[in-house]
């Protein structure tokens, strides 16, 4: 064992539609089946009623109908984008895409969040000029559109929420199509407001509080996609504190070159590189620090490099002149802080 260096993957996923897996003896396959299933009939309830509402915002001349009826239309879009996403991330991994087309559902989620940034920049700009000047709204319309709406939207999000919300992709739609509740029952109110008082005013205010939701879910989506993309560690996850942890084993000298990220939402992976006492027991160092590693952060994706103190990756002996010539050798420019271990009773 001496003398070289151990590389090893620890795989305890098996992703093959039709393999058993997860809880309940369920497999991956029909878990993605049943959110598909969820998604396309939230997708049918959302377009069959914005078509109804586009034409019922136009004849009452209100912004906040129209408004709610661009918003089901990117609802829609939304579910349509995670529904591909989803059947680009199944795809097994091959060629130079060595996870596969699993970052499909976080660019997704991210173009979600950015049409939620862009459509509340455009809807807050009419509803700044209605308030200005507020248009004749009819009430009524908007008041009985609004609640029927807010039905519909009750039963889209029910589907929507019976989906794997853990997946950042889905969470993206169900995002969409939740703020669009919510603007439903701020019309409503709005509705109700101009036939009780006359106040054409109160339409654009509840656009106003629309646009207010839809920049929050906006944000908060393209900031936990970009979190992905740029290979930052999962949220909740601190690198620092993995390491501690981890350099407490014992035989463990140090550790560094620790990489956390997530592959997809959902699917958080860790590479390290690991010193151990000289004549120490490497696989059974690698298997203790991968337990825990799943046991205690649930990341069951590691590759793990194992060298002992003071030897090369040939088995060559190195000329150490102290502690900070640890990594000297092995790192000629290693990425991020070192952890060394403190004395241990081997």
């Known amino acids: 064992m001496a003398g070289h260096a151990h590389s090893i993957h620890d795989h305890e996923h098996d992703h093959k539609a039709g ?17 598909r299933r969820w998604l396309l009939s939230a997708l ?9 509402e586009v034409v019922v915002g136009f ?27 989803m059947r680009l991330s199944a795809r097994p991994a091959r060629g130079g895409y060595t996870y596969g087309l699993k970052r499909a559902e976080i660019l997704s989620a991210q173009a979600n969040g950015v049409t939620l940034l862009v459509l509340s920049a455009w809807l807050g700009y009419e509803a700044i000029s209605r308030l200005l000047e507020p248009p004749e709204v009819t009430g009524s319309l908007v008041l009985i559109t609004a609640l029927v709406g807010i039905v519909v939207n009750v039963a889209a999000t029910w589907c929507m929420s019976k989906a794997n919300r853990s997946s950042l992709n889905v969470e993206g739609a169900f995002q969409h199509v ?41 944000i908060g989506l393209v900031r936990d996609s970009g979190r ?20 407490d084993q014992p035989l463990v000298e140090e550790i560094h070159d620790l990489h956390i990220w997530e592959i997809t939402s959902g699917q958080p992976a860790l590479s390290a590189h690991i010193l151990v006492t000289p004549g120490g ?13 799943s046991g205690e952060y649930g990341i069951t ?8 103190v003071g030897e090369d990756e040939a088995g060559a002996l190195l000329q150490i002149t102290g502690p900070g010539d640890l990594t000297a050798e092995h790192c000629a420019d290693a990425h991020g802080p070192v952890h060394r271990a403190g004395p241990h009773d081997h």
Request: with cysteine; glycine share 8%.
């Open 59 to 85: 004849a009452a001349e209100s912004l906040a109908l129209i408004s709610d009826a661009a918003h089901m239309l990117t609802d829609a879009a939304s579910i349509v984008l995670a529904l591909i996403a």
């Open 44 to 52: 049918a309830l959302i377009v069959v009623f914005m078509a109804g």
């Open 301 to 308: 994706h590691s590759t793990l490099q194992v060298d002992h």
């Open 281 to 293: 027991d490497c696989h059974a160092v690698r298997r203790e620090l991968q337990r825990r590693l």
């Open 228 to 247: 992905i993309f740029l290979e930052a560690a999962p949220a909740g996850i601190d690198p620092d504190a993995v390491a501690d942890r981890l350099v």
């Open 19 to 35: 393999r058993g897996g997860g809880h309940g003896g369920h497999s991956h396959g029909v878990a993605a089946d049943a959110d």
């Open 178 to 218: 939740l703020t669009d509740l919510y603007a439903f029952i701020a019309t409503a109110v709005a509705g109700l407001i101009v036939v009780t008082t006359g106040f054409a005013r109160a339409d654009s205010i509840a656009s106003l509080i629309v646009v207010a939701l839809m920049l929050k879910a906006g």
